[in-house]
């Protein structure tokens, strides 16, 4: 079992910035490939960007150029590092890994809240 937890999240202005972490625990030699996902005020979970053990990173294309992924193996970390923040960014904000061997196993996070308004 793997539990992560993440934060960061709070109120930004357009054009503002946030960082949010995903710390995982539990069984790290299982953690796969890690992802974002978020889901805005009234509509369905969508994914943000992931990134591979090695580090390969891919994004959806309204967040590509404004918002970077990274992980910290060492540390059991995911980050998002989120720029030139939009309204459209407001949503809960997820982490997710997935089992590197077992790939049907999906780990998730509670949440964290990221609202961008003026």
């Not at 934060?7 to 054009?15: E, F, H, I, N, V």
């Not at 972490?21 to 992802?35: E, H, N, P, R, V």
């Not at 590092?81 to 997935?98: H, V, W």
């Amino acid at each position: 079992q793997v539990q992560l937890v993440e934060s960061g999240g709070g109120l930004a202005q357009p054009g503002g910035s946030l960082r949010l972490s995903c710390a995982a625990s539990g069984s790290i030699s299982s953690l796969g490939t890690m992802y974002w996902y978020r889901q805005p005020p009234g509509k369905e979970r969508e994914f943000v960007a992931e990134v591979t053990n090695g580090g390969s990173t891919n994004y959806t294309p309204s967040v590509r150029g404004r918002f970077t992924i990274s992980r910290d193996n060492a540390k059991n970390t995911v980050y998002l590092q989120m720029n030139s923040l939009k309204p459209e960014d407001t949503a809960g904000y997820y982490c997710k890994a997935r089992d590197k061997y077992l790939y049907h196993i999906n780990y998730w996070g509670k949440g964290t809240l990221v609202t961008v308004s003026s």
